[in-house]
């Protein structure tokens, strides 16, 4: 299917939906009249073999407690395998009902209060939360950036390790907000250090399928033929992939088994591991059955980011579009336009937007905003246009 026909087919009008960014303007930006480019899910219905799996389930009636099949196990190893060439085991495989309740679980199973967790910065906003709201130390290791790239210090990272007894390394790959997707050489640098230093990491990979660039993903489980498997805790979801947020359903991945029985053990202590079954029946539908619809999508992102890319340079030369490899979340360098700063006022009372600000991933990004791509190509275009007319005349 083009571009142009798997936006017609699967746009779809969200307000009046109870959806966040639509119908949460006015408490998340304090107006409604703005064009929504924030949070981190799409304008586009599911495919329809999702639909369909809900819909039988729906039709059938029963919502009562359940288990999950074999077949579910055999989709999942299916999909990673063929899709970033790394097997997954049945007994790897545990479940949260997010990738944030992943980290906060793991927090929780392989840390004490206090104990230091490392995140590099700038990075997707709970990840700082969940860290402190967990009373546990946040250690911020800034990325570096340079012209519209962000990449690791590993110097700096290794530092912040061992002068904070660090024991636990948060990571996000494909990168949200930077847009990486770190090369095995990269990954098997970070990861390298946190196996000299003891240090456990959990790799968010929940953009994984979302690859927009040259760079194939790279699962940690696979760099250096599974070198690292025993310091992993990973976690991944159809959810970001296939639009299914709040159908609360993801995966945390232990390839290491006595890791596997710390998080057991921690986890018999909540009294709750069954799975949502929609979100269960959904997620196996899209393995099973999604790839050429994910397909489809993955072109319409790169597309929608050609078209910025293109407009911006023509018409706002000194904006720095960063390099969007993966995710389809894009970090726009606004900083030329707005060297006194109140960006926020600028993009929301005058541009009309309503995006995420830099400052909120980190520290030293004010003057950035992130865009959401995975949307109706018009509305890229719109915001485009409004931010060309705003800050082409300051
Ligand atoms: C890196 C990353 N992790 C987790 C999430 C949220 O995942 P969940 O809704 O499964 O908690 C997002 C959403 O944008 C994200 O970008």
């Known amino acids: 299917m083009d ?58 009636g029963i919502y009562g407690y359940s288990a999950v099949p074999d077949s579910y196990y055999a989709a999942l190893d299916r999909w990673m395998t063929i899709r970033h060439n790394c097997s997954v ?57 340079r012209d519209g790239y962000a990449s690791m210090d590993y110097e700096s990272i290794e530092k912040a390790i061992v002068e904070n007894h ?6 996000c790959s494909p990168q949200n907000p930077m847009g990486r997707v770190f090369t095995e050489e990269e990954l098997d640098k970070v990861l390298s250090i946190c196996q000299r230093h003891q240090v456990l990491v959990v790799s968010d990979e929940i953009h994984q399928d979302i690859i927009i660039g040259k760079n194939p993903f790279v699962p940690a489980a696979t760099v250096k033929n599974g070198k690292y498997q025993d310091i992993l805790i990973i976690l991944n979801s159809a959810t970001k992939s296939f ?4 159908l609360l359903h993801s995966h945390i991945i232990i390839p290491n088994e006595e890791l596997r029985k710390r998080y057991d053990k921690f986890a018999s202590g909540m009294n709750r591991t069954e799975v949502s079954i929609m979100g269960m029946l959904a997620t196996q539908a899209a393995y099973e059955n ?16 050609a078209m910025l890319r293109q407009k911006l340079k023509s018409d706002l030369p000194k904006a720095v579009v960063c390099t969007l490899e993966g995710t389809y979340l894009v970090m726009v360098d606004l900083r030329a336009y707005m060297p006194s700063g109140g960006a926020q006022s600028i993009i929301q009372d005058q541009c009309h937007l309503a995006v995420d600000y830099g400052e909120w991933f980190g520290e030293g990004y004010e003057g950035f905003i992130r865009m959401n791509l995975a949307t109706d190509p018009k509305l890229i275009e719109e915001a485009a246009n409004r931010l060309i007319s705003v800050l082409g005349k300051k």
């Open 243 to 246: 639009n299914l947020a709040t």
């Open 3 to 60: 571009t142009k026909a798997f936006v017609e087919k699967y746009l779809t009008d969200r307000r009046e939906t109870d959806s966040s960014k639509w119908d949460q303007l006015k408490e998340k930006f304090g107006r409604t009249d703005l064009l929504p480019l924030w949070i981190a899910d799409m304008e586009f219905r599911t495919c329809d073999a999702v639909t369909n799996a809900l819909m039988a389930r729906v039709r059938h």
């Open 166 to 171: 660090v024991k636990l390394f948060i990571q």
């Open 290 to 305: 999604g790839g050429e619809w994910l397909d489809g999508l993955l072109a319409v992102i790169r597309e929608n980011d």
């Open 89 to 145: 085991p049945k007994e790897w495989v545990r479940f949260s009902t997010g990738c944030v309740t992943g980290i906060a679980w793991a927090i929780a199973a392989f840390t004490d209060p206090g104990d230091a967790c490392m995140i590099l910065t700038p990075v997707y906003y709970p990840f700082h939360n969940v860290v402190t709201n967990n009373k546990r130390t946040l250690v911020k290791v800034p990325l570096q950036y």
